[in-house]
């Protein structure tokens, strides 16, 4: 399984950027599809998650601006960013985890660049 993320780029403050995860095959079972960011000298954390419920979850420093939703038509999982803020500025990546029944798969993208002026 591969994962492509596309959509970064440089955008002003208060811009908005949708961020799509491409994902190569079907997946028969999917645990968590998650978007992480990672800001420059900054560990990776974990900003959105879609679950395989249905439920959604974000990290509370992007709730109300950050949306995570699945396409399974396109095959992708995408992350619509509004109102964004320099803070945001990093690299995305996309994340899925594959249900396995007694363990778990993770996949990792590339990540796409995010960067935000003021």
């Known amino acids: 399984v591969q994962l492509v993320e596309s959509g970064g780029g440089l955008v002003q403050a208060g811009g908005s950027l949708r961020l799509s995860c491409a994902i190569s095959?079907?997946?028969?079972?999917?645990?968590?599809m998650e978007w992480y960011r990672q800001a420059p000298g900054k560990e990776r954390e974990r900003v959105a998650v879609?679950?395989?419920?249905?439920?959604?979850n974000n990290v509370e420093s992007v709730t109300g601006r950050f949306t995570i939703s699945r396409d399974n038509a396109k095959n992708t999982v995408d992350l619509q960013i509004n109102n964004l803020k320099p803070e945001d500025t990093g690299v995305y990546y996309c994340?899925?985890?594959?249900?396995?029944?007694?363990?778990?798969?993770?996949?990792w993208g590339q990540g796409t660049q995010v960067t935000v002026s003021s």
């Open positions: 095959e079907t997946i028969p079972k999917i645990d968590e």
């Open positions: 994340h899925i985890v594959e249900d396995l029944g007694d363990w778990t798969q993770g996949y």
């Open positions: 879609l679950n395989s419920r249905d439920i959604r």
